[in-house]
């Protein structure tokens, strides 16, 4: 299986603060990373797919980067209603395995 | 714009089988995506546990031993999960999403349904 690991696994910012996000997978997996917000008793949502592409209607304050192992999620400034836990998501080979989620509070 | 809607048993006894159903409304399963099942215990991360293509072919995650199964009713635009021989640790929130078949991404999410293991 290939790992997905997150960090930080919370965090803690202020409005208007550019926020950071890092994912490395265990094994090479291409672009094929994919990144999800998700607010308490809500299902995910995703944001970023193929490492950089916007999901129509997300706001362009999001962007994705990365490639082979390393990615990462970047908020340039960050809105009341981004705080929620993120994950990123490997969809290279089966399983489909997750990051551990990484919390961002205020 | 499609929406899916799982349905099912909000309570399975240990060792019994965990049945659920996700409809799909506004696509159309017989696409080119793939369908799935994504869980999430009780203030813990997502796990992936498999997912469905319209023709039958399903991968699962090895997590699960072998106790999953994912079939596709392609006459009532739907897709179910089976899971066997469930414990406690199979408690969670099950959320089905579709699969888009290009770029492999979970484009579309049901709302997602508490399943409690227990006696």
């Known amino acids: 299986d290939i790992q997905m690991t997150q960090s930080p696994s919370s965090l803690s910012a202020s409005v208007g603060d550019r926020v950071t996000i890092t994912c490395r997978a265990s094994?090479?997996?291409?672009?094929?990373l994919n990144w999800f917000q998700q607010k308490p008793g809500k299902a995910p949502k995703v944001l970023i797919y193929?490492?950089?592409s916007l999901q129509s209607g997300v706001p362009s304050r999001f962007s994705g980067g990365g490639s082979g192992t390393d990615f990462t999620l970047t908020i340039s400034s960050l809105q009341p209603e981004d705080f929620a836990t993120y994950y990123c998501?490997?969809?290279?080979?089966?399983?489909?395995?997750f990051g551990q989620g990484t919390k961002v509070e205020i | 714009q499609v929406q899916l809607q799982e349905s099912g048993p909000g309570l399975v006894k240990p060792s019994g089988t965990l049945s659920l159903t996700c409809a799909v409304s506004?696509?159309?399963?017989?696409?080119?995506?793939?369908w799935s099942w994504v869980r999430q215990p009780p203030g813990k991360g997502l796990e992936w546990i498999g997912e469905?293509?319209?023709?039958?072919?399903?991968h699962y995650n090895p997590s699960l031993e072998s106790r999953g199964t994912i079939s596709v009713d392609s006459s009532k635009n739907q897709f179910s999960l089976k899971l066997t021989s469930v414990t406690a640790a199979d408690t969670a929130v099950y959320y089905c999403?579709?699969?888009?078949?290009?770029?492999?991404?979970?484009?579309?999410w049901g709302q997602g349904t508490l399943v409690t293991v227990s006696s």
């Open positions: 999403a579709r699969v888009d078949g290009d770029k492999l991404y979970f484009d579309s």
């Open positions: 469905t293509f319209h023709s039958g072919s399903t």
């Open positions: 506004g696509g159309f399963i017989r696409s080119s995506n793939w």
């Open positions: 193929a490492a950089s």
């Open positions: 094994h090479y997996i291409r672009s094929y």
């Open positions: 998501q490997q969809s290279y080979s089966t399983p489909r395995t």
